[in-house]
């Protein structure tokens, strides 16, 4: 069956690195990502899915989804943080040991979106945990979303 | 314990802590290619390791000092074993300190410390990981010590060299059926005791379906790391038990570097094989209920039974 | 005739029977003698002082009588030969007559360390509520133990046995005001002992018949012109005595109820002390008396210990009361070292003498790292029961903040009861495989068969009691306390944990140097005629003589100490490392999490009972009361699951019920009616005439 | 060939052959069952062909090459049609044994202990010949028989239970070999022919079965009684 369909994943693309968003040196090409939905419509979730699926293989960077914030070295957010998800969004942000990455996967994790000012919401994930790394889309495509994940492995 | 004991546990020492990680990045690498994945090349684990260690270790509200100390207790079991098992040289590092009883009790000693580390948290995914682990190692006992038994009755003794060095001088043994029966039934053993599928899924995300990764869930940093860099020695032990065990070849029988070099090599070579032979299997295997297991490894503890049973029905019981 | 020539009879025929006794006096009988008295000392005492002392002077004088008795055992194994004593007329028959050899030295001697340990437990322990008779017998029962192997006529030995009995009978009952379920244990614990009196009796009477007398030598002179008929008849009955004393299955059935009702330091003598007097029996009257005898005795013991460890361990796994899963966990030990002296008596028999000391060597080493860690956690679960109010594991937990002492202990002794490096029962379980897996060279078919079944029951009940252990440490004291009793536990008052202190202290030196008490046990093997030495030997590292195969726990231990060192100085010396921070327990960012939500000792032990389903039978009920006015709306839902002894089941509730059933036909032959009463007579005497008349 | 080689690889069949004996009676898949069955018939050739080999004898030759004709061929052919069959009308539920009389798990310690059993009583006729290394395997073939029988008593399946009779009829042949060592022609034919009988009379059982009742699940068949 493999020799029938042999290897799925795409080629890398050259990574575009920003200048300044150097990696963190602490986690050398290694990143444990804790995924927490605040309050999202789960298309974000369907394309995180397909980051790490076969195709775009964002493993192959060196990030890896875990179980336990005590195991992650970055949280992804998405979706708006309603407020039932404020304070366990807080608590899962101390959870993981430092040094400690955020990134805001969507629009509505980045601002709010099209909830803006809906009465649920307690705000963005900026408002409510910092910020390190922003993915904009609504869904982001998955290039970008493993783009952003080679921003923090450095890989 | 001679010299060639003793520098075979220092290669041991050296090697095993060394190439555990690799090995686990090996056959992650291998299921990832056979997926259909890039994979994330086998120096990823020792990667994740060295940011494990820089990062800041967390002591959870409300547990004692046995959730610090248990990882130190489950690496150090897991490398005291790793010492003692004849790997690159047919003489033990540990002879007369630690049979294959002994190593057993060990690496089930650490496994217990674990258990209580996890319980010692308080949380429910602790207490179901702890209560699991428990159950399978109460269960996984009676193949592994059969099998022993099994082993040493031809060797006629329990000593770790002394079997290695029977087979290696009668290596039509090997294929004997009671050395067969018993390599099927420490092969079910090592799966079911170092956590892969069927028995227990080392990649699982959901603690329902979690017996190991579940007791583990508290620990962050260098602890975390501390018990990775563990269970994947402790992989390593098993898969080099059964090669020391069962295909002794090119294992080293003298003190001579080229002897020493064959040995490491041969050793590394085997291990890396069983770890892709096992890691290739679990891609087209589905893990099973928890309570299948049972059956699995009664299955197990029948051929170990056959085992003994055969090493007298063939050769009669006078041997 | 003059009372002093049987004494010089039996004298003479002792020294006939044990080659050099009465060469000169040794250390032996003043010691036993010296405990003997301050056992009586004591108990008046206890009777007189006020009650502020009671407790103080039962405990000490207890302690004292187990350290004399402790010596003389010690003086006996180490080879101070002591003549046999002989006093005629205080008992009927043969008089009293005793002897100490290795044998039953090294039972003495650890009986006596046991009640060192207890002693000075029981000094807080009792403390206040100390009553008089409980605090009077304590001592008496300690020195009815350590006449026991003393005994050296089959009268003498059933005397000591009965006063075992009987004072143990009256400790169980100490509390029996307090709590009523102590009167039912009581009564179990009673019937059961008699019974089995009952059988040791008959069999040493039997045996007696057919000897001249009843001192033992006689017996053991008398012993190869039996017909093996007789022998495996009195076998048998001693086996069901002795084994229903040991708490073997299927006759365990007093011991999960008499430790658990019994106050804890008399749980602990029973438990570490008493039961192995059982085995005493076995091994003094299989080997010795009866010197060996046919194959199947031993495989039948060996078959009954096997049964016993697992079954035994099973109930201890399934069981939620802490002293109730230490009972059971006994019965599993006395299981474990009933297959040594049975593979011991096998291997004699078929003629292997070394592996037969061998098995019997690692019997007797049990014996003895039993009863250390056994004492060590009886005292500990007391010490809970007296800070908590509970043995019930599902309310205990988190005791390590308030007992931090009694925490170690119990930690220490559930180490040790695992047989895991470097807990003590490893050493003991490593001689005993040893022993099975190398007695598989030149078996008859039967051993050959029976081996790996013991091996594998021995591995099994070894995983299970890691299970066991690590659920009855781990819930009861660890995690968030579960009632409000465990949060407000206080740590125990010194003489407690002294106590626990010396049984901790054996547990570590019998783990640690084994090698230390080999030559003892030897020489108690010697003495059971079964082998001419223990099969091992060696200081630092255990050496079996004649067979391969080595274990060190000494260095073993130290290597596993150098690498923790080593391993936390690297974690140290990391350069890029951060410091430690505390942080709430992830509860997955939801509120906080309570005790409730954490696993109990049931829930732990759930997939193991799933797993022994079929041999467990588990008994659960659901009552599920609905709403009246929408029978489909559940107003409340309960959920019932225990599981109960099977054994009990299925063999004593059929027994019991058909004595009620005769009892009341009884009953109603008696109505009370003078006339039914003359009628019976009439009928019977004309009935007696008509058979005369019949068989004329 | 020399001794020693003759004797590993007599030993080496015969394990195989009670490996796949337990794996039969473990797997609950009836197309795995067929396969392991397969494997045994090879296992009981090898058997075979290495005593008549060690023997130089014909006869033995001709016999192996039966077995191997019939165990390896035949017989498993004949069983795949039949599932093939059952799976046509039976559906999905026809291709595994759902639940057998008694759990997997009890029945493999219950085959540890008849081969134990086995051991036992086959003692004596191994001491007729304490020589002959083939003597020694014995037990072996006796267990492999009296798991088969066990297996007959504990499924329910037809299919399976036909599966398991076949099984216990390969121990009784390796017994057969190993005691005879071929010297009794006639007997192998009759056993291979009995057999081949009952396949095709279990055969068409089955199938008069799963005409009547649509599928071959032996409890339905109580209600024949009345």
Redesign the interface.
């Known amino acids: 069956m493999m020799r029938a369909i042999g290897r799925i994943a795409e080629p890398p693309p050259t990574q575009t690195r920003s200048a300044p968003g150097a990696p963190p040196a602490p986690l050398g090409g290694s990143v444990q990502i804790r995924h927490v939905d605040a309050g999202s419509c789960n298309g974000c979730e369907v394309e995180i899915g397909a980051a790490f699926g076969p195709v775009y293989d964002a493993e192959r960077y060196g990030a890896r989804l875990v179980a336990s914030p005590r195991h992650a070295d970055a949280l992804i957010v998405t979706g708006v943080v309603t407020r039932n998800m404020a304070e366990p969004l807080r608590r899962t942000y101390a959870a993981v040991p430092a040094p400690k990455r955020v990134v805001a996967v969507g629009d509505c994790a980045r601002n709010c979106g099209v909830f803006a000012g809906a009465y649920g919401v307690a705000g963005a994930a900026g408002d409510i945990v910092p910020v390190d790394a922003e993915v904009p889309g609504c869904p982001p495509r998955p290039e970008a979303i493993v783009a952003a994940v080679r921003e923090l492995t450095g890989r | 314990m001679n010299a060639l004991g003793v520098t075979g546990g220092v290669l041991q020492a050296v090697i095993v802590t060394g190439g555990a990680p690799v090995l686990t990045g090996v056959m992650r690498q291998v299921r990832?290619?056979?997926?259909?994945?890039?994979?994330?090349?086998i120096r990823?684990p020792w990667?994740?390791l060295?940011?494990l260690?820089?990062?800041?270790?967390?002591?959870?509200?409300?547990t004692?000092e046995?959730f610090r100390?248990a990882p130190?207790?489950l690496?150090?079991?897991t490398?005291?074993a790793a010492?003692t098992v004849p790997f690159v040289t047919t003489a033990s590092a540990?002879?007369?300190?630690?049979?294959l009883?002994?190593v057993v009790?060990?690496l089930?000693?650490g496994t217990?410390t674990l258990?209580?580390a996890a319980?010692?948290?308080?949380?429910?995914f602790?207490?179901?990981g702890?209560?699991?682990e428990?159950?399978i190692?109460?269960?996984?006992?009676?193949t592994?010590?059969?099998s022993v038994?099994a082993l040493?009755?031809r060797?006629?003794?329990?000593?770790l060299a002394?079997i290695v060095a029977a087979t290696v001088h009668d290596p039509?043994r090997v294929?004997?059926?009671?050395s067969?029966?018993a390599a099927?039934a420490l092969g079910v053993v090592t799966i079911a005791e170092t956590g892969r599928i069927p028995v227990d899924n080392p990649a699982?995300?959901?603690?329902l379906t979690?017996v190991h990764?579940a007791m583990i869930?508290?620990?962050?940093?260098?602890d975390?790391a501390?018990i990775e860099l563990a269970s994947s020695m402790r992989l390593v032990v098993f898969l080099g038990m059964l090669s020391s065990l069962f295909l002794p070849w090119g294992i080293a029988t003298a003190l001579t570097p080229l002897a020493l070099a064959g040995g490491v090599a041969a050793f590394a070579a085997k291990v890396t094989l069983l770890g892709a032979a096992l890691a290739a299997g679990e891609v087209f295997m589905a893990k099973i209920r928890?309570?299948r297991v049972?059956?699995l490894l009664?299955?197990s503890?029948?051929?170990a039974?056959?085992a003994?049973?055969?090493s007298?029905?063939?050769?009669?019981?006078?041997? | 005739m003059s009372p002093a020539t049987p004494a010089l009879a039996a004298a003479h025929s002792a020294s006939r029977f044990w080659p050099g006794i009465g060469a000169h006096w040794g250390l032996t009988w003043p010691a036993l003698a010296g405990a003997g008295t301050l056992a009586l000392i004591t108990a008046l005492f206890s009777l007189a002082v006020p009650r502020r002392w009671r407790a103080v002077v039962s405990g000490a004088g207890t302690a004292l009588t187990g350290l004399a008795g402790a010596a003389a055992g010690v003086a006996a194994v180490t080879g101070h030969r002591s003549p046999t004593l002989s006093v005629p007329g205080v008992l009927p028959l043969s008089g009293v007559t005793l002897a100490v050899d290795p044998l039953g030295g090294w039972f003495i001697a650890v009986t006596g360390a046991v009640a060192v340990a207890v002693g000075s437990y029981a000094i807080g322990y009792q403390g206040r509520a100390a009553s008089r008779p409980s605090a009077a017998v304590l001592p008496l029962f300690v020195a009815s133990l350590l006449a026991v192997p003393a005994a050296a006529s089959a009268v003498t030995l059933l005397a000591c046995w009965e006063l075992m009995a009987l004072t143990s009978l009256l400790l169980v009952l100490a509390e029996h005001k307090r709590r009523p379920e102590v009167a039912v244990a009581a009564r179990w614990y009673a019937i059961m002992t008699h019974l089995g009196l009952v059988c040791v009796l008959a069999g040493l009477m039997l045996f007696a018949a057919h000897a001249r007398g009843d001192s033992f030598a006689a017996l053991a002179r008398a012993a190869p012109h039996l017909s093996p008929a007789v022998k495996s008849t009195v076998f048998v009955l001693v086996l069901v005595g002795f084994g229903s004393k040991a708490g073997l299955v299927p006759l365990h059935a007093w011991l999960p109820r008499a430790h658990p009702e019994a106050p804890s330091h008399v749980s602990a003598l029973m438990s570490a002390a008493m039961v192995n007097l059982g085995l005493y029996g076995l091994i003094r009257v299989g080997s010795g008396l009866l010197g060996g005898g046919s194959a199947w005795w031993w495989l039948l013991l060996i078959a009954l210990g096997a049964v016993s460890a697992v079954y035994g361990i099973l109930q201890a796994a399934m069981s939620t009361d802490v002293k109730r899963l230490l009972g059971c966990s006994t019965t599993e030990n006395m299981g474990l070292a009933c297959v040594g002296i049975g593979a011991g008596g096998l291997f004699a028999t078929t003629g292997h003498p070394v592996l037969a000391g061998l098995a019997l060597a690692a019997a007797l080493l049990h014996v003895a790292t039993h009863a250390a860690f056994k004492t060590l956690l009886f005292l500990a679960a007391g010490s809970v029961l007296h800070a908590a109010g509970t043995r019930d594991l599902d309310a205990l937990g988190g005791l390590r903040r308030g007992m931090p002492a009694t925490t170690l202990a119990f930690g220490w002794g559930a180490l040790a009861a695992s047989a895991l490096p470097p807990g003590t029962a490893f050493v003991s379980e490593w001689l005993l495989v040893q022993a099975l897996i190398h007695g598989l060279h030149g078996a008859s078919t039967a051993t050959a068969i029976t081996l790996p079944l013991a091996v594998s029951a021995v591995a099994l009940t070894a995983g299970l009691a890691v299970a066991t252990f690590v659920k009855a440490f781990g819930t009861g004291f660890l995690a968030k306390p579960r009632s409000a009793g465990a949060a407000a536990a206080h740590e125990s008052p010194g003489s407690m944990l002294a106590g626990m202190g010396l049984a901790g202290a054996a547990c570590a030196i019998l783990a640690l140097v084994p090698g230390a008490v080999l030559p003892a046990i030897g020489r108690a093997v010697a003495a059971a005629e079964v082998a001419a030495a223990s099969g091992a030997g060696g200081v630092v590292t255990l050496r079996l003589d004649g067979l391969a195969g080595e274990v060190s726990p000494l260095l073993l231990t130290v290597a596993l100490l150098i690498v923790m060192v080593a391993a936390a100085a690297w974690l140290r010396a990391l350069p890029a490392r951060s410091a430690r921070r505390k942080a709430r327990l992830w509860d997955c960012g939801g509120g906080p999490l309570t005790a409730r939500m954490e696993y109990t000792a049931t829930s732990f032990a759930e997939p193991l009972q799933r797993v022994f389903d079929d041999v467990l039978a588990p008994e659960t009920d659901l009552d599920v009361t609905h709403h009246d006015e929408a029978r489909y709306l559940v107003a409340s839902a309960e959920y019932r699951g225990r599981v109960p002894d099977r054994i009990e089941r299925r063999l004593y509730e059929p027994v019991l019920r058909a004595v009620g059933a005769w009892g009341d036909a009884a009953r109603r032959l008696a109505p009370g009616s003078v006339h039914r009463y003359l009628g019976y007579g009439f009928y019977a005497v004309a009935g007696l005439l008509i058979v005369l008349a019949v068989t004329r | 060939m020399n001794h020693t080689a003759f004797v590993e690889l007599l030993n080496l069949a015969c394990g195989a052959l009670l490996v796949t004996a337990v794996l039969i009676l473990w797997r609950r898949q009836l197309a795995a069952i067929i396969r392991w069955f397969t494997v045994q018939g090879l296992a009981l050739t090898a058997i075979a062909a290495i005593i008549a080999v060690d023997g130089h004898d014909a006869r033995l030759g001709a016999i192996a090459a039966g077995v191997f004709a019939l165990r390896v061929i035949a017989l498993p052919l004949l069983l795949r049609r039949a599932l093939a069959r059952a799976e046509a009308d039976g559906g999905g539920r026809a291709l595994r044994e759902t639940s057998p009389l008694v759990n997997v798990t009890a029945s493999l310690l219950a085959a540890a202990v008849l081969t134990l059993l086995a051991y036992a009583v086959s003692r004596p006729v191994v001491q007729l010949t304490p020589a002959s290394p083939a003597a020694h395997a014995i037990p072996i073939g006796l267990a492999v028989a009296l798991i088969g029988f066990f297996a007959l008593v504990t499924r329910r399946r037809a299919m399976s239970q036909l599966a398991s009779f076949l099984l216990m009829d390969n121990g009784i042949t390796a017994v057969g070999l190993l005691t005879t060592a071929g010297t009794s022609l006639i007997m192998e034919l009759g056993i291979s022919l009995d057999v081949l009988f009952a396949a095709a009379v279990l055969q068409v059982l089955t199938s008069r079965v799963r005409d009547t009742f649509g599928h071959a699940d032996l409890d339905e068949l109580r209600e024949l009684r009345d």
């Open positions: 990832a290619r056979l997926e259909g994945r890039a994979g994330q090349g990823q990667r994740d060295r940011k260690l820089r990062k800041e270790a967390i002591t959870p509200e409300g004692s046995l100390l130190l207790v690496l150090a079991t490398f005291t010492v540990a002879g007369p300190v630690a049979d009883f002994a009790a060990l089930a000693m217990a258990a209580l319980l010692d948290t308080g949380t429910a602790g207490g179901m702890a209560s699991r428990m159950t190692l109460a269960l996984v006992e009676p592994l010590l059969v038994f040493s009755v060797a006629g003794s329990t000593n002394a039509v294929i004997s059926p009671a067969l029966l099927v699982t995300h959901l603690e979690m990764e869930l508290e620990y962050a940093g260098p975390l501390l928890l309570f049972p059956e009664a299955g503890f029948l051929l039974l056959l003994v049973a055969s007298y029905f063939l050769t009669g019981p006078n041997l």
